[in-house]
């Protein structure tokens, strides 16, 4: 056991330089060939396929199974990409439990549905390590489309606006493109620099220029992007951070959960990290779960998530929390932020108020608890942040808080599409991203024809 | 990406993948629903001639045997030939043929063995406007009682009288479809091609009774009690239509006689295992039973994948390729020696190998090396007999490896020669033309 365990507040070097290799490892090993043959075999090419109705991107996958059980592992991943450009992320990161997998016909049956995301990520791998690419641009149409934002929504929209012949050019704010693949998908889903081989594979289409450092509302308007290009597609993710609303909140020691995520996925030297020896995890979400798994992986020795409702509410799914509590995680219910507690300017603790429902809603009972902590991540949500967006022009029509579109994921303005975790109604998903800025694109491409 | 545009004794077709005379080609409704999903042709439904149709029986007319996880690995079935009126068929032929005219469509005829009966129901067909007859001699239930396909299938003579009409009253190309229940296929087919036909195709069903229930006593399926022997179909018999197709193909009569190939073909691969065996096109029936008409998407991109791999242009380079190296048993280079060898890694020590070997074998794997569960090859009693290839359940974990020229074998102890030697010149060989000296 390394020394650093028990190390008192935030600190780095918890454990044995081999245990972060370790922890960070593949969260589902890769299948072999023979594992993928056998896997394969188990799906019954079922009509009209449920799975196939739950992906948001309607990969015809009972096809790209049976090519993989015939031998065509390149022609399995063509039909995952005909329908899913960043098909290999989300085969790592799509919460299959949830979706294709959750209403497999063996689920039904057995309990044990097809692994689909494991087989098309063998699948996707292969073609990607063959260098295969199946997509050949149209002839040029002298059409120029901006894309803001190269996350998994932007990136979609830019492939399939290439295919169609449009010229393409991504803003995108960060300095490497990728969005939340790069920089917040946690780090155990997508290990060895997968995300950045895939913005490659995905622009090696060409005719998309990606320009980094590029931020709508600093350096450009929207009125400035909807002049100079022919369309526009909004692709921004969520920039904001829901607030605890309890006292305290900027002592040093709090901290948004996505900073926090983001920084393991651009360490290059886990070891280098530093984290509480007591960590409290405040949402009930994804990214409160891969918080706290990423803070026990990284050596803290208490981590425990505070979801101010009952586990049904949590919107990280069964498995998500089966891992968590596999990896050490206490997932408490029912208590909410009321107090950050501190000692010599640092995070000491936190209090929290039990909750109840009362009256279908739900409110604080009174009683509090106290639960020690050197350090506490915010992960309540994230929101969309309009500011950028309203320059000079016109307004665009919000919904929720977040941009509102039609069915073809047109804005409120006139050649201005948008998709991805910044509109109204999606799930946030990868693969809803990937399938929004998939399909208005080719809303763009007929605009535009 | 490769060409695999198909032309069949003149017959083209987008891709050689066609639908086999059975259900579903049976009418307009399916075979228009094929066409949608991407298939290459069909041989409509064996029509029969003029009068009240056949009938079928009104209860089960499918058996089945299955693999793991109910995979279906083989069909048996007691249908007859269409029971639908001639003239329904015939507008519906000549309709989806204009409907889609770059698709094959091909008719399957079965009628009694009189000059008349044939020459009529030609006429017939050649007013819709079809690409091809195909001469049903195939049927192995119903239709041979009344002295129709296998029935005629199984005499040779009648086979070529009957393409020879053919021949004489059409100017459509002659498939003839051979029945498998027979002892030498190369005869039916030498009839055939003494006949004039311009291709043969096969197989067609295999008798068989798939089971039988146990508490009735009863061959299944059962009809009030009581069953019959059926045709067998499905990727169970594939093995059997590939010998017979690659016996065919290279009988030094038949020689370059095109064959539609029919049997079990579920994939690309087994189309394409086909056609390295001599095979035009590839003809399926029990796969879309089983899956539907979209599995043709598969077959069609795993064969242009494949080829683009290997680098085959189009069909004609991968037609026939490998006929050369179908041999006769005598002509096997007996000095060619393998031995088995276990991946240690890839092994999971389900002890598959070791009993075959031990208990049926060559006792040449071991089970236990240094008090420790462990298989390993003896190669001193290895004769390279591939069981244990075969009942491997782990793909690749065991290899059969040559021993390369000047190797000691140590089964035999002698060193590996590097001359070919078959058994017709083996010294044990009382028939030997030359004595090994
Ligand atoms: C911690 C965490 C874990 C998650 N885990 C999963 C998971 O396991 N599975 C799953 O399916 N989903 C997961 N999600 C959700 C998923 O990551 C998102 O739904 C998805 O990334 C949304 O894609 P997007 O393209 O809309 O936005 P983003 O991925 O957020 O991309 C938006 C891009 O726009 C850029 N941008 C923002 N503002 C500007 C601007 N003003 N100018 C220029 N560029 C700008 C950003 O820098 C970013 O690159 C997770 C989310 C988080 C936060
Ligand atoms: C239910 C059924 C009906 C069939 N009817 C005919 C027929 O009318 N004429 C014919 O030539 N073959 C008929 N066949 C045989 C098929 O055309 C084909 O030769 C055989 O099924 C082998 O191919 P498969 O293994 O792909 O099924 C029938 C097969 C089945 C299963």
Redesign the pocket.
């Known amino acids: 056991m390394a020394d650093g365990l028990y190390k008192e507040g935030i600190a780095a070097e918890r454990l044995a330089p081999e245990q972060y290799s370790a922890n960070f490892s593949d969260l589902h090993p890769p299948l072999d060939r023979h594992e993928a043959l056998v896997e394969s075999d188990r799906c019954y090419f079922c009509y009209d396929a449920p799975c196939m109705q739950a992906c948001p991107t309607s990969i015809d996958i009972p096809m790209f199974i049976r090519q993989i059980s015939t031998g065509n592992p390149l022609g399995s991943a063509k039909t995952i990409f005909d329908q899913n450009i960043l098909g290999g992320m989300c085969a790592r990161?799509?919460?299959t439990e949830t979706l294709c997998e959750e209403v497999c016909v063996r689920e039904v049956a057995e309990g044990k549905p097809v692994q689909i995301g494991r087989l098309q990520r063998y699948a996707t791998d292969t073609a990607m390590e063959r260098g295969a690419q199946f997509y050949e641009r149209a002839p040029d149409t002298g059409r120029h489309v901006a894309v803001?934002?190269?996350?998994?929504?932007?990136l979609a929209c830019a492939h399939r606006l290439a295919m169609h012949g449009h010229k393409v050019t991504i803003?995108?704010?960060?300095p490497k493109a990728?969005?939340?693949?790069e920089y917040?998908?946690?780090a155990y889903?997508a290990p060895e620099g997968f995300a950045q081989d895939e913005v490659d594979y995905v622009l090696s289409i060409g005719n998309i220029e990606v320009q980094n450092d590029?931020?709508?509302?600093r350096d450009f308007s929207l009125s400035d992007l909807a002049d100079r290009h022919d369309a526009v597609f909004l692709?921004?993710?969520?920039?904001g951070v829901n607030a605890l609303q309890a006292e305290g909140e900027d002592i040093e020691g709090v901290q948004n959960?996505?900073d926090f995520?983001a920084m393991i996925r651009q360490a290059s030297d886990m070891s280098k990290l530093s984290v509480g020896r007591r960590v409290v995890v405040i949402g009930g979400g994804?990214?409160a779960v891969?918080a706290a798994v990423q803070s026990k992986l990284l050596g803290a020795e208490q981590v425990t998530i505070c979801y101010r409702r009952g586990k049904d509410a949590m919107n990280a799914s069964e498995f998500e929390q089966d891992l968590a509590a596999s990896k050490g995680v206490t997932i408490r219910h029912w208590l909410k932020p009321a107090r950050i507690l501190s000692g010599n300017g640092k995070v000491s603790g936190i209090e929290m108020e039990y909750t109840t429902m009362r009256d279908g809603r739900l409110a604080g009972t009174g009683e509090t608890v106290r639960i020690d902590a050197d350090q506490i991540f915010k992960a309540i949500g994230?929101t969309f942040d309009p500011i950028?967006l309203n320059g000079s022009g016109a307004a665009v029509v919000m919904e929720g808080g977040r941009i509102k579109v039609d069915a073809d994921g047109r804005t409120s303005l006139a050649n201005v599409w948008a998709?991805?975790?910044?509109i109204f109604g999606g799930d946030?998903?990868?693969?809803?991203?990937v399938a929004q800025g998939r399909d208005a694109a080719e809303s763009i491409h007929r605009a535009l024809a | 990406m490769a060409d695999i545009r198909s032309n069949f004794v003149g017959i083209k077709s987008p891709n050689p993948f066609w639908l086999a005379s059975a259900p579903p080609t049976d009418k307009a409704y399916n075979v228009v629903r094929a066409f949608k999903a991407g298939w290459g042709g069909v041989v409509w439904k064996t029509l029969g001639e003029e009068g009240p149709p056949v009938v079928n029986v009104n209860g089960p007319r499918y058996g089945a045997i299955w693999g793991a996880d109910r995979r279906l690995l083989g069909l048996n079935n007691i249908e007859l030939i269409t029971d639908r009126d001639l003239e329904t068929n015939l507008r519906e032929i000549k309709q989806v043929k204009r409907d889609w005219p770059d698709r094959a469509m091909v008719v399957s005829i079965m009628v009694p063995c009189t000059e008349d009966a044939w020459k009529a129901i030609l006429l017939r067909v050649e007013e819709t406007g079809a690409d091809g007859i195909e001469l049903n001699f195939g049927c192995p239930h119903g239709m041979s009682e009344r002295g129709m396909g296998a029935a005629v299938g199984q005499v040779p003579e009648y086979i070529e009288m009957v393409v020879r009409w053919c021949k004489q009253y059409t100017r459509m190309p002659v498939i003839t479809k051979l029945t498998p229940n027979i002892t030498d296929v190369r005869k039916p087919a030498r009839a055939a091609h003494a006949g004039g036909t311009d291709a043969v195709s096969l197989i067609n069903t295999i008798n068989s009774i798939t089971s039988v229930d146990l508490d009735d006593f009863a061959p299944q399926p059962t009809i009030d009690g009581k069953g019959t022997h059926g045709g067998y179909c499905g990727p169970a018999v594939k093995p059997i239509a590939l010998n017979m197709v690659a016996e065919i193909a290279r009988d030094p009569e038949t020689h370059g006689l095109p064959i539609s190939a029919i049997g079990g073909i579920t994939t690309w691969r087994d189309a394409a295992e086909f056609m390295a065996l001599g095979a035009g096109n590839a003809q399926v029936c029990t796969a879309v039973m089983t899956y539907g008409f979209k599995i043709v998407e598969e077959m069609i991109d795993g064969l242009k994948n494949w080829m683009d791999e290997k680098g085959h242009r189009d069909l004609d380079a991968i037609i026939g390729r490998a006929v050369p190296n179908v041999t006769d048993w005598q002509y096997l280079n007996l000095n060619y020696v393998t031995k088995a060898r276990i991946d240690q890694d890839l092994c999971i020590k389900c002890g598959r190998c070791h009993i075959a070997c031990e208990d049926t074998s060559h006792q040449a794997i071991t089970s236990m090396v240094d008090g420790k569960r462990h298989f390993e090859v003896i190669d001193a009693e290895c004769v390279g007999c591939n069981l244990c290839v075969n009942v491997c359940p782990v793909e690749g974990c065991i290899d059969m490896v040559p021993l390369a020229a000047g190797a000691m074998d140590r089964r035999t102890d002698r060193t590996v020669s590097p001359d070919y030697a078959n058994w017709t010149t083996h010294p044990n060989n009382p028939a030997a033309k030359v004595a090994a000296e």
Request: aromatic letters at 2%; glycine letters at 22%; a negative charge.
């Open positions: 990161v799509c919460p803001v934002g190269a996350g998994p929504a932007g803003y995108e704010a960060r990728g969005g939340l693949n917040g998908i946690a889903k590029q931020i709508l509302g692709g921004a993710g969520l920039s959960a996505v995520i994804m990214t891969d994230q950028p998709g991805g975790d910044c946030d998903l990868t693969v809803s991203a």
